[in-house]
C-alpha cells in the first residue's frame, strides 16, 4: 500500500468517533490528506430517495456516482463484503487512512479506551493507547484522549514522514509485499516499456496496471 492504514478500536462509549474527528482535524491542518473508512455491520445508506443516482440505482445499475468541481461520490454493489485492503484502493492520493473498526483485518490498531472500560486488545495487539487513565502499566505509546496534537505528532513522525513505497502490487485483491530489489525492478522495467509509447507523458507522476487473467 502507498500509504499506512490504522484502524481505530475500542469498545461502545470509548469515544472513538470523537477523537477521530479532532485527529483528523489536526493532521488535515498540518497539510495533510486524510482518509477515513467506517465499517459498517448493520447495513447502510447514504444516497437520498428521489434523487437521480438513488433512482438509477434502483433501476438496477451496478455503480452510480456523482461529480463536482470540488468532491466525487461512487456507491457500488458488492457480491461480498471487501477486505480492508480491497476496500482501501477506492483511497487514492490519502497520506494516511484511518479506519473505524476493523479489528481482525490484521492492519495497525491504535485502542481509544476510557477509565473503568476494560479492554479490547492485549497490549502487543496495538502500536498506541488512547486514553484518560495512564494508570495500567502496559509497554505501549499512551496518548491523552483529550488532546490529539500529542498522538498527530507520534503518527506523522512514525506512519507518515518516514513511509515512502513507491511501488505496489495486488493479486486476487490482496497485496502482496515487495522487497526493495523486486520493487526497484518492477519500477524500472514497466517505466522503460512505458516509455517507449506513443501519447504518454515523458514525465508521469504515477502509473496504474491492471492485468486480468
Known amino acids: 500500500m502507498l500509504f499506512e492504514i490504522i484502524s481505530f478500536v475500542g469498545k461502545s ?12 482535524l489536526e493532521l ?5 490528506k486524510v482518509g477515513v473508512l467506517k465499517h459498517d455491520v448493520h447495513g447502510f445508506e447514504m444516497d437520498k430517495e428521489g434523487k437521480d443516482t438513488w433512482r438509477m440505482a434502483k433501476a ?14 461512487i456507491i457500488q454493489r458488492v457480491t461480498k463484503e471487501l477486505s480492508l485492503e480491497e476496500v482501501a484502493k477506492f483511497f487514492e492520493g490519502v497520506d494516511i487512512l484511518f479506519t473505524e473498526g476493523y479489528k481482525r483485518e490484521g492492519k495497525k490498531k491504535i485502542e481509544v479506551r476510557r ?3 476494560e479492554p479490547l486488545c492485549k497490549p502487543d495487539e496495538i502500536v498506541a493507547l488512547v486514553t ?12 491523552p ?3 490529539p496534537v500529542p498522538i498527530a505528532d507520534f503518527i506523522e513522525e512514525k506512519f507518515i514522514k518516514f513511509r515512502h513505497v513507491e511501488c505496489a502490487l495486488w493479486v486476487n485483491g490482496k497485496e502482496v509485499e515487495l522487497g526493495a530489489f523486486v ?5 524500472e522495467v514497466n517505466l522503460a516499456l512505458i516509455g517507449t509509447l506513443h501519447d504518454v507523458d515523458e ?3 504515477s502509473i496504474d496496471l491492471k492485468i486480468r487473467l
Do not use: C
Not at 13 to 24: A, C, H, I, R, Y
Not at 60 to 73: F, L, P, Q, R, T
Open 13 to 24: 462509549n470509548s469515544g472513538k468517533t470523537t477523537f477521530l474527528e479532532k485527529l483528523v
Open 28 to 32: 488535515s491542518k498540518r497539510g495533510y
Open 60 to 73: 438496477g445499475a451496478w455503480s452510480v456516482g456523482i461529480s463536482h468541481s470540488e468532491k466525487m461520490a
Open 115 to 117: 477509565k473503568g472500560i
Open 132 to 143: 484518560d487513565d495512564f494508570n495500567s502499566g502496559e509497554p505501549i505509546p499512551q496518548f
Open 145 to 147: 484522549i483529550d488532546d
Open 183 to 187: 520493487e526497484k525492478v518492477i519500477k
Open 203 to 205: 514525465n508521469p507522476r
